[in-house]
């Protein structure tokens, strides 16, 4: 009976937590998407709330941290358990960096001038897709422990990456051709830097979930394939 109630118990923790993510991870979504569009329209309105949300990010962060070390005190998790905690420990972690990232773009969201004519600024919504896109598909990947879609997710870093260097050089350019637009542009390559930061939390991310379900780390994975097999 004892044990009984003990494995109950240790199933409703885990519960617990993965609920957490989930909700640490819907605001992280949220602050993304609203930050953009905060910057996109020059909402002060929707910068702060994003501003101010964030202190539920770094709350949630804090809970799980506390449930975690509960967990490991009270229920002595090994195995599948063991990585389940260790990864949620530190999804939360990533998470709220992603939210931090989110928040320092809408602390930027007055200060593009003339918004409505700096063509630069039509570039950024659609690198924040595919890192918005990222976050979102690597918590599907955690809450079905999907190794595959994990390694899907890794693999798209590099278009993110590749927006990143794209908009850096235009953003140079347009800084070199249109000296009047530094302060904007230099403000718009932070924010380019962010979400570039958020695509390889995502991919941080990924790496756990998969380190979750497989019990082995995707840079071994990609290593073996690099060996050649030897002759029959």
Do not use: W
Request: hydrophobic fraction near 50%; aromatic fraction near 6%.
């Amino acid at each position: 009976m004892v044990a009984e109630h003990t494995v109950k118990a240790f199933d409703e923790d885990i519960t617990r937590l993965r609920g957490l993510i989930g909700e640490m991870g819907g605001l992280a979504e949220l602050a993304i998407s609203e930050s953009m569009e905060a910057l996109v329209t020059g909402s002060q309105a929707q910068a702060a709330a994003v501003i101010a949300r964030d202190k539920r990010i770094d709350a949630l962060e804090q809970e799980i941290d506390k449930l975690t070390v509960r967990i490991f005190a009270l229920r002595a998790p090994m195995a599948d358990d063991l990585r389940e905690v260790i990864a949620a420990l530190k999804i939360s972690g990533m998470l709220e960096r992603i939210g931090d990232y989110a928040k320092n773009i809408a602390k930027r969201a007055d200060s593009i001038i003339g918004r409505e004519t700096f063509e630069p600024l039509t570039l950024i919504p659609a690198m924040a897709e595919i890192a918005g896109e990222m976050v979102h598909d690597v918590l599907t990947a955690y809450a079905a422990r999907d190794p595959a879609m994990a390694i899907e997710i890794c693999e798209r870093d590099a278009k993110v990456d590749a927006f990143y260097e794209s908009i850096f050089r235009n953003l140079v350019s347009h800084m070199m051709e249109n000296p009047k637009t530094i302060t904007s542009a230099a403000q718009l390559l932070f924010v380019a830097r962010n979400l570039e930061r958020i695509g390889d939390h995502a991919t941080n991310i990924a790496e756990m979930v998969y380190f979750a379900a497989t019990a082995d780390y995707l840079g071994n994975r990609a290593d073996r394939a690099a060996v050649p097999s030897s002759p029959s």
